[in-house]
């Protein structure tokens, strides 16, 4: 197998008025990306769609963590689940953001766009996160029938949501 390594160019940044610990706990958070003025121009034609992806680079993860490979997902806890009520897990079965490539993937929903500024909601990024790219969430990614295994289903139903 041939490794290439490929520099990653930061595009933008998060900016959130809440603490990591909201941030952790709050389902509906709101904060802005902000995107550099060099790539500003990447933004052209985003007016109008509901919700975008963005890919972060989770530079809070210790490099032990990157290590991990088996965690119990503590996102939950916003939602009054405890850690301890959830299996363990492998990453790639989640989204912790314990990996060996500590990048992030947020679907959120787009308020307005402020020139190079996206005001946004269902935010679960850091204040000061890396953003690495911006997509659009668009119709030809949605998915209508997802399955998901029984531990993930009896997680939500636990929430009070169907999966």
Known sequence: MRVVNYPLRIIGVVRTHL?????????????????????????????????ILIISLLDRVDDELRG???????????FGISPEEVPE?????????????????????LL???????????????????VLDIKPYTLARRIEDVE???WHRRLWRRLGREP
């Open 148 to 150: 998901v295994p029984e």
């Open 89 to 109: 897990v492998g990453v790639f079965s989640c989204d912790s953001p314990h990996r060996p490539n500590p990048i992030g993937l947020s679907i959120v929903r």
């Open 112 to 130: 307005e766009r402020r020139g190079r500024f996206l005001e946004v909601e269902g935010l679960d990024l850091f204040d000061g996160t890396p």
């Open 68 to 78: 991990t490979l088996v965690v119990r997902m503590r996102r939950l806890r916003r």
């Open 19 to 51: 603490s990591d610990e909201e941030i952790k706990t709050t389902e509906n958070a709101r904060g802005v990306v902000e995107v550099f003025e060099e790539f500003k121009e990447g933004l052209r034609g985003i007016d109008g769609f509901s919700h």
